[in-house]
């Protein structure tokens, strides 16, 4: 038996999973102009070695430009994660959004993104969108957001002996959350409701809740739970998976 074990921390961020593209930044950031770039950037390294060796690398990189009326943020994230050369983790993201007339009640916004899940069997998955934005109400503490837009979403899956190649135009909305609690705490929840119009009320539905902590003036503790369900997945996968990560973020 091996006696050692290496472990390497460097960063870990919570903005969690593909289905719910939301950075993880309080209400006043994200509003207020001073603040034209936001970042925040993750990394994690993990390698054990005693019984058996494992394996795990993550990265996230999300940042947000505001120009005077509108504004871009690019989101993304990678996960691998391996035991003794048996595959046990493969996904990642990419998700880019424009969103126009941001400091009015009701906006517009559009987005592309593409995204995999080894584990799961997807190949490959694009989407490209847009709708609306609506403020359901925002003070000094707490804001919510109501979106409702249509996305077309191509998606290739290979799970054991099933394979299915799809191209969907979809309903896609959601509701999010934003709470400063106090100067030193914040959360966001957002949930989407993903459809195709023949099937409404057969839905990919997600839930993401990020919490952070102020640790100093750069550098936050934060809680992420995802959780997602697939109505009628198009391979023989599970249809409710979930995923609880905390970590820390450097925010720039």
């Known amino acids: 038996m091996k006696k050692y074990l290496l472990l390497l921390i460097f960063l870990t961020a919570g903005v969690g999973r593909t289905e719910a593209q939301i950075l993880n930044f ?69 998700h880019a959004r424009m969103i126009f007339n941001r400091k009015k009640r009701v906006g517009e916004e559009v987005f592309y993104q593409i995204q995999y899940n080894a584990i799961r069997g997807l190949q490959e998955r694009n989407l490209a969108g847009g709708g609306l934005r609506l403020w359901l109400f925002n003070n000094d503490n707490y804001a919510m957001i109501l979106g409702v837009g249509a996305m077309m979403e191509w998606e290739e899956w290979a799970y054991q002996d099933s394979y299915a190649v799809t191209s969907v135009f979809k309903s896609t909305n959601y509701l999010s959350l934003f709470a400063d609690v106090s100067p030193n705490f914040n959360f966001n929840i957002i949930s989407y409701y993903q459809s195709r119009y023949d099937t409404f009320f057969k839905p990919r539905i997600s839930l993401e809740i990020n919490m952070n902590l102020k640790i100093t003036s750069k550098l936050k ?27 820390l973020t450097y925010h720039f």
Do not use: C
């Open 26 to 94: 309080n209400k006043y950031m994200l509003q207020n102009d001073s603040l034209r770039w936001l970042g925040l950037v993750g990394l994690n390294f993990i390698l054990i070695d005693q019984e058996v060796q494992v394996f795990n690398l993550g990265a996230n990189f999300n940042v947000v430009h505001k120009f005077r009326k509108h504004s871009i943020m690019a989101i993304s994230k990678f996960s691998f994660a391996s035991s003794n050369n048996e595959l046990l983790l493969s996904d990642g993201y990419l």
């Open 221 to 247: 503790f934060t809680s992420n739970l995802t959780m997602f369900y697939d109505n009628v997945p198009l391979v023989p996968i599970d249809n409710f998976v979930y995923r609880f990560k905390n970590g």
